[in-house]
C-alpha cells in the first residue's frame, strides 16, 4: 500500500497518520516501536476503528496479507501460491525456500513445486547453453 493513500492529520504540530492517532488515542498510549496498523479492507484512507489491526511488527502483518489474500483467492488461508505456475496449492505440496528480498524486512519465503522449480531450471540451463 502506498503511503500517499493515508490520511495524515496534524497532532502536537506534526503530520501523523490518521489511522496511528486514531490507535493511539483508543490505546491510550503510543503504539510500540515496530508495531503496524494493518487495514483489513486494504483501503488506507478507512479508518473506521473496526477496520484496524495492530500487528506487531512487519512480519507479522505481511502473514496477515499473505493470509488475506490466499483466503480471497481460494476460500483458504492456508494455501499459498507457486512462485513459478502461479497455481494455489496447500504448504505441504510445496518447498519453500527463503531469499534476500532487498528491503529492510529482510527474508521473504518463496514457495514453488518441485515440478515447477526444476522445469524452471532445466529451461534455464538450456537458455544459458544456447546464448554461448
Request: aromatic share 10%; charged share 35%.
Given at each position: 500500500?502506498?503511503?500517499?493513500?493515508?490520511?495524515?492529520?496534524?497532532?502536537n504540530?506534526?503530520?501523523?497518520?490518521?489511522?496511528?492517532?486514531?490507535?493511539?488515542k483508543?490505546?491510550?498510549h503510543e503504539?510500540?516501536?515496530?508495531?503496524q496498523i494493518?487495514?483489513?479492507?486494504?483501503?488506507g484512507r478507512?479508518?473506521?476503528?473496526?477496520n484496524l489491526?495492530?500487528?506487531e511488527?512487519?512480519?507479522?502483518?505481511?502473514?496477515?496479507e499473505?493470509?488475506?489474500?490466499a483466503?480471497?483467492?481460494t476460500?483458504?488461508?492456508?494455501?499459498r501460491?507457486?512462485n513459478?505456475c502461479?497455481?494455489?496449492?496447500?504448504t505441504?505440496?510445496?518447498?519453500?525456500?527463503?531469499?534476500?528480498?532487498g528491503?529492510?524486512?529482510?527474508?521473504?519465503?518463496?514457495?514453488?513445486h518441485?515440478?515447477?522449480?526444476?522445469?524452471?531450471?532445466?529451461?534455464?540451463?538450456?537458455t544459458?547453453k544456447?546464448?554461448?
Amino acid at each position: 500500500m502506498s503511503y500517499m493513500n493515508y490520511i495524515k492529520v496534524w497532532r502536537n504540530g506534526k503530520r501523523v497518520r490518521e489511522h496511528i492517532k486514531i490507535v493511539e488515542k483508543a490505546l491510550e498510549h503510543e503504539l510500540p516501536r515496530f508495531a503496524q496498523i494493518h487495514h483489513r479492507d486494504g483501503n488506507g484512507r478507512n479508518n473506521k476503528s473496526n477496520n484496524l489491526i495492530i500487528c506487531e511488527n512487519q512480519k507479522y502483518h505481511k502473514l496477515i496479507e499473505i493470509r488475506e489474500k490466499a483466503y480471497r483467492e481460494t476460500g483458504d488461508p492456508n494455501k499459498r501460491q507457486c512462485n513459478y505456475c502461479k497455481k494455489w496449492d496447500m504448504t505441504s505440496n510445496l518447498d519453500t525456500s527463503s531469499r534476500w528480498n532487498g528491503h529492510k524486512s529482510g527474508r521473504s519465503s518463496w514457495f514453488r513445486h518441485r515440478k515447477c522449480y526444476r522445469e524452471f531450471e532445466r529451461n534455464r540451463y538450456h537458455t544459458r547453453k544456447e546464448s554461448k
